[in-house]
């Protein structure tokens, strides 16, 4: 799945470009596929999804860099979550795995 408005997605295998009608896409998505939905790393992406309360589940890796700056993962949107496992790896990775309450 790919949000965006100008991309081809005959250029990719197995994509699908959702341009409008994001909330009717995704839950039609969800019911025909019958699975989960993952996207890594796309900060539009979450930020438009959030806004139409289509994410159940977030999993944060927290990196052991501070880049003083970016682009915010949460944004305009408050929600409560809840913490179901955490992990610390042996890199100093942290990963963080939430539910919406």
């Known amino acids: 799945m790919v949000l965006s408005k100008t991309l081809d997605a005959s250029k990719f295998k197995n994509t699908k470009v959702i341009s409008e009608n994001l909330a009717k896409e995704v839950n039609q998505l ?3 596929i019958g699975s989960e939905i993952i996207i890594f790393g796309s900060p539009s992406a979450g930020h438009s999804l959030m806004a139409e309360n289509l994410i159940d589940e977030f999993w944060v890796f927290v990196n052991p860099i501070v880049l003083g700056q970016g682009i915010p993962m949460f944004k305009d949107k408050r ?3 809840k913490l179901l496992k955490s992990k610390a790896m042996d890199s100093g990775v942290v990963c963080l795995h939430y539910a919406r309450v």
């Open 30 to 32: 969800k019911n025909d």
């Open 79 to 81: 929600m409560k979550l």
